[in-house]
């Protein structure tokens, strides 16, 4: 509720009694703050009891600002060793650094000065104070390195991360454009469906849609247009970010790139490699997967399959077959060697 010029001269006239060296205690009292002031002439002047706290000096210990930088850590020192100086043209300073105790213990500190003008307007004192903010540095700190430990972790496995907010609309890193050649302008509004291959956009979409009204983690293989003109295979997926408090929630999600994926798949024994036609199609049917969807777990595209299913093994590429039984796999299907040595299929569960 704002006061009124009336309550606020009021409540002045009730603190009028009370000296300003009682709130001065009261902020001290914290043991984290402390004030000092100076004549910029002869750089003599005073300290508060909390000031000394926070240095580590002993109460009656002789304080002068102009010799502050003796406290400052060796490595910080270039934040202050022209403190003095600055405060002597006049110029106020704010600035975060790390000082040494007297008791050899290290801290971080706010340090603020303001500089006070006399009659002809020329610096004439500077007051200011120390606060000592290590435990908001050390939080801050840590979330940074939480922050640099995630976004290494992201960067080795996707090509882009992206946010989306609560009601489904994405908002994509500055990866995007590198990748797709699309504009934040152009995504925006469901745009960045244009870049997907257009077999793909409907199925896209509806996952997309059945996450979001859901809040089932979102996950999907499809195929984006690069900025070389090109298609290529895709893995999304997405997880909403529930906030505290009931407040509205978003989406995080990566994009990696399927060949990266396959990259870092285990080499198979040869013979476990060499599916025959009849074992692909067998699968597939255990799975009751047309050839598109197969296509598009695995990653492989639909004339590829069509070859492998024809000709067998020696019609593509062995990351191909690859691609093909670890998608067969990730849904219940088992390949195993049996004791005549050819590679049998079986259907364990569905996922």
Same mark, same amino acid.
């Given at each position: 509720?704002?006061?009124?010029?009336e309550q606020f001269?009021?409540?002045v006239?009730? $603190?009028?009694?009370i000296s300003?060296?009682?709130f001065?205690?009261?902020v001290?009292?914290?043991?984290? #703050?402390? =004030?000092?002031?100076?004549?910029i002439?002869?750089?003599?002047?005073?300290?508060?009891?909390?000031l000394l706290r926070?240095?580590?000096?002993?109460?009656?210990?002789q =304080?002068?600002? /102009?010799?502050?930088?003796r406290?400052?850590h060796?490595?910080? *020192?270039?934040?202050?060793?022209d %403190?003095w100086?600055?405060?002597r043209?006049g110029i106020?300073?704010?600035r975060n650094?790390r000082? %040494?105790?007297s008791?050899?213990t290290?801290?971080?500190v706010?340090f603020?000065?303001?500089?006070v003008?006399?009659?002809?307007q020329?610096?004439s004192?500077?007051?200011?104070?120390?606060?000592?903010?290590?435990?908001?540095?050390?939080?801050?700190q /840590?979330?940074?390195?939480?922050l640099? *430990?995630? !976004?290494?972790?992201v960067g080795?496995?996707?090509?882009?991360?992206?946010?989306?907010?609560?009601?489904?609309?994405p908002?994509?890193?500055?990866?995007w454009? &590198?990748?797709?050649?699309?504009y934040? $302008?152009?995504?925006?509004?469901?745009?960045?469906? +244009?870049t997907?291959?257009?077999d793909?956009?409907?199925?896209v979409s509806?996952?997309?849609?059945?996450s979001?009204?859901?809040?089932?983690?979102?996950a #999907?293989?499809h195929?984006?247009?690069?900025v070389?003109?090109?298609?290529?295979w895709?893995?999304?997926r997405?997880?909403p970010? %529930?906030?505290r408090g009931g *407040?509205?929630?978003?989406?995080?999600g990566?994009? $990696?790139r399927? &060949?990266?994926?396959? *990259?870092?798949?285990?080499?198979l024994?040869?013979?476990?490699?060499?599916l025959t036609p009849?074992?692909?199609?067998a /699968?597939?049917?255990?799975?009751?997967?047309t050839?598109?969807?197969l296509? +598009?777990?695995s990653?492989?595209s639909?004339?590829?399959? !069509?070859r492998i299913e024809?000709?067998?093994?020696?019609?593509?590429r062995?990351?191909s077959?690859?691609?093909?039984r670890?998608?067969?796999?990730?849904?219940?299907?088992?390949?195993? %060697?049996?004791t005549?040595?050819a590679?049998?299929v079986?259907?364990?569960?569905?996922?």
């Amino acid at each position: 509720m704002e006061l009124s010029s009336e309550q606020f001269e009021a409540a002045v006239r009730k $603190m009028s009694g009370i000296s300003s060296a009682h709130f001065l205690k009261l902020v001290e009292d914290r043991g984290t #703050v402390g =004030f000092w002031s100076s004549d910029i002439a002869t750089g003599q002047g005073s300290a508060t009891l909390g000031l000394l706290r926070v240095l580590g000096l002993d109460h009656g210990t002789q =304080f002068r600002i /102009a010799d502050f930088t003796r406290f400052i850590h060796p490595d910080d *020192r270039g934040y202050g060793e022209d %403190i003095w100086t600055t405060i002597r043209q006049g110029i106020p300073v704010n600035r975060n650094f790390r000082i %040494i105790r007297s008791d050899r213990t290290v801290r971080w500190v706010e340090f603020k000065s303001e500089v006070v003008l006399d009659g002809q307007q020329k610096p004439s004192k500077a007051i200011g104070l120390i606060i000592d903010v290590t435990d908001q540095q050390e939080g801050r700190q /840590a979330l940074e390195d939480s922050l640099e *430990r995630y !976004r290494a972790l992201v960067g080795s496995l996707a090509a882009m991360e992206w946010r989306a907010t609560a009601d489904g609309h994405p908002v994509f890193s500055h990866g995007w454009t &590198a990748l797709t050649g699309q504009y934040e $302008m152009d995504a925006a509004d469901y745009g960045w469906i +244009q870049t997907i291959h257009p077999d793909d956009r409907e199925q896209v979409s509806r996952k997309w849609q059945e996450s979001v009204s859901t809040l089932a983690p979102y996950a #999907v293989n499809h195929r984006i247009l690069l900025v070389n003109g090109h298609y290529e295979w895709f893995h999304a997926r997405a997880v909403p970010i %529930i906030k505290r408090g009931g *407040r509205s929630h978003e989406w995080l999600g990566i994009i $990696m790139r399927q &060949a990266d994926l396959k *990259r870092e798949a285990p080499m198979l024994p040869p013979s476990m490699n060499m599916l025959t036609p009849i074992q692909v199609r067998a /699968a597939r049917a255990m799975l009751q997967w047309t050839l598109d969807e197969l296509s +598009q777990v695995s990653g492989v595209s639909v004339s590829s399959i !069509r070859r492998i299913e024809g000709e067998g093994e020696r019609a593509t590429r062995p990351a191909s077959l690859q691609a093909i039984r670890a998608a067969f796999e990730e849904y219940g299907i088992e390949f195993a %060697i049996n004791t005549a040595g050819a590679v049998t299929v079986a259907f364990l569960s569905q996922k």
